[in-house]
């Protein structure tokens, strides 16, 4: 269970997660590791892979927040819906795990619903973020 959400600061970042409403724009990813998709994601649409800065970092309740890497956020906004969809393929192709299926669907929805969040983060003046639970 969780999602990815804008917030303007990593105080405000903290205060989100399972049970707690909000009003900040968020795009559910309930389903998948974020913490592990994340690092596929930018590999797939950066040619490299950054560190994930945690604001919460994950202790044994399993649950964390963290700040989506810059280089991420800048390719996510820049990329074309053909650029998305490949690496949603490609990303749906390497999950193999059974617990941690995504149908091709699923993958490309995310990754233009994230997209579509994190061209709207510059305008509201916010930062890309994701809240994930694993229990």
């Known amino acids: 269970m969780g999602e990815f959400f804008l917030a303007g600061d990593d105080e405000s970042a903290v205060r989100v997660g399972p049970c707690k409403s909000h009003d900040f724009a968020a795009v559910p990813c309930d389903g998948i590791y974020p913490d592990d998709a ?68 699923s993958a490309v929805h995310l990754l233009e619903g994230l997209s579509a969040l994190a061209r709207s983060r510059a305008e509201k003046g916010m930062s890309l973020y994701c809240w994930y639970f694993a229990p």
Do not use: H, K, Y
């Not at 950054?50 to 990329?79: H, Q």
């Open 38 to 105: 994340i690092p596929r994601w930018e590999t797939l649409l950066t040619g490299a892979e950054s560190p994930v800065r945690d604001v919460v970092p994950m202790a044994n309740d399993g649950f964390t927040v963290f700040a989506v890497p810059e280089p991420l956020v800048t390719a996510l906004v820049s990329a074309r819906t053909d650029q998305l969809r490949a690496a949603a393929v490609a990303w749906a192709e390497f999950v193999s795990e059974p617990d941690d299926e995504i149908s091709l669907d």
